[in-house]
């Protein structure tokens, strides 16, 4: 059974930056997508990026290019979501998932973190 | 990019009742569609993908229709915990799009 146990809340100025952990067992991680999808409250998801970590080589969403960068740490199974350069319209909550079996989507998420960018 | 649209945005129904939710897509994605299940407060559960391939622990009361551009989610004999919100996402090409969501709601 894959788990994903990801880090907790964060509050954050505008400007700064964020990384979020997600801590991945039970599963073929190296060799499964993990994505990083957000929602911001009562919106929709928005599927920002996802690496094979066995690969290293992370797509991105163009919207986000530029300030978003996932990688993967192989010797701990952790995928980490760093986000830059902070507004308000950041705030939302950061989700991991993995893929599962030959689907490549996500399938198996983790709690979310919620990320808060205030003054 | 790849643009999902979802209808209705909102529906309302009956324990029991047959429900269908609707996604389409702005180019042809073949198969690659899967359908998520959230509940307040809660992470997206993936529920059926592809040409019907159910999640595992996913009832078989969720099925779909549907293959290139126009797909369908449906949900047959709704039970009291199906009342959620569903998404359509593509994974034919990055970005991964998502539809908007439908909230299925009590009548």
């Known amino acids: 059974q894959v788990q994903l146990v990801q880090s907790g809340a964060e509050v954050k100025k505008p400007g700064s930056s964020v990384k979020v952990s997600c801590n991945c067992s039970?599963?073929?991680?190296?060799?499964?997508?993990v994505s990083w999808v957000r929602q911001t409250p009562g919106q929709g998801l928005e599927w920002m990026g996802s690496?094979?970590?066995?690969?290293?080589?992370?797509s991105y969403a163009q919207k986000l290019q530029g300030r978003v960068t996932i990688t993967a740490d192989k010797s701990t199974t952790a995928v980490f979501m760093e986000l830059d350069s902070l507004t308000f319209d950041d705030t939302a909550i950061y989700f991991c998932a993995t893929s599962g079996g030959w689907w490549p989507g996500p399938a198996d998420w983790g709690q979310g973190t919620l990320v808060t960018v205030s003054s | 990019d790849i643009q999902m649209t979802q209808s209705p945005s909102s529906v309302s129904a009956s324990v029991g009742d047959r429900v269908t939710i609707t996604c389409r897509a702005s180019q042809n994605i073949n198969q690659w569609l899967a359908w998520y299940q959230q509940k307040p407060g809660k992470a997206p559960r993936l529920l059926i993908y592809?040409?019907?391939t159910l999640h595992s622990g996913v009832p078989s009361r969720f099925s779909v229709t549907g293959s290139g551009t126009d797909f369908s989610l449906i949900i047959n004999s709704l039970q009291p915990e199906d009342f959620a919100t569903y998404f359509c996402?593509?994974?034919?090409?990055?970005?991964?799009?998502f539809g908007q969501g439908t909230k299925l709601e009590i009548k």
């Open positions: 996402q593509q994974v034919n090409s990055f970005p991964y799009s």
């Open positions: 690496i094979i970590p066995v690969y290293g080589s992370p």
């Open positions: 592809g040409a019907g």
């Open positions: 039970g599963g073929s991680f190296a060799n499964s997508a």
